[in-house]
């Protein structure tokens, strides 16, 4: 797993919410949110993921912007976050 960058392929980070049910976004807010409403329109032709765009606190990034599939996670789900802050831990900036 990684945190995508705002320059990263979106097609990379539609894998990661296919596989592992969201994708997060690293980035300053205007690029970071344009990015994860570019993966938001990549998911579309995926009818089982019903896309939601998130932002969670991290303590190594400060911040990340998250694409989730609320198929999987709902808002604000404590095993999201804490798949998000042990994924920023691991993840070198």
């Keep these: 797993m990684t945190i995508f960058s705002t320059?990263?392929?979106?097609?990379?980070?539609?894998?990661?919410?296919?596989?592992?049910g969201y994708a997060a976004v690293h980035?300053?807010?205007?690029?970071?949110?344009t990015y994860c409403h570019r993966l938001v329109?990549?998911?579309?032709?995926?009818d089982q993921v019903l896309p939601a765009?998130?932002?969670?606190?991290v303590p190594n990034r400060g911040s990340v912007y998250l694409v989730y599939?609320?198929?999987r996670?709902?808002?604000?789900?404590a095993e999201l976050r804490q798949l998000v802050v042990a994924q920023d831990?691991?993840?070198?900036?």
Excluded at 53 to 57: A, H, L, Q
Excluded at 73 to 77: D, H, I, L, P, V
């Design 41 to 46: 329109r990549a998911l579309d032709r995926h």
């Design 7 to 20: 320059t990263d392929n979106v097609l990379d980070a539609v894998h990661a919410v296919l596989r592992d």
């Design 69 to 71: 599939d609320m198929n």
């Design 73 to 77: 996670f709902s808002a604000g789900e």
């Design 89 to 93: 831990l691991a993840s070198p900036r």
């Design 27 to 33: 980035g300053l807010k205007g690029p970071a949110k």
């Design 53 to 57: 765009i998130g932002f969670e606190s």
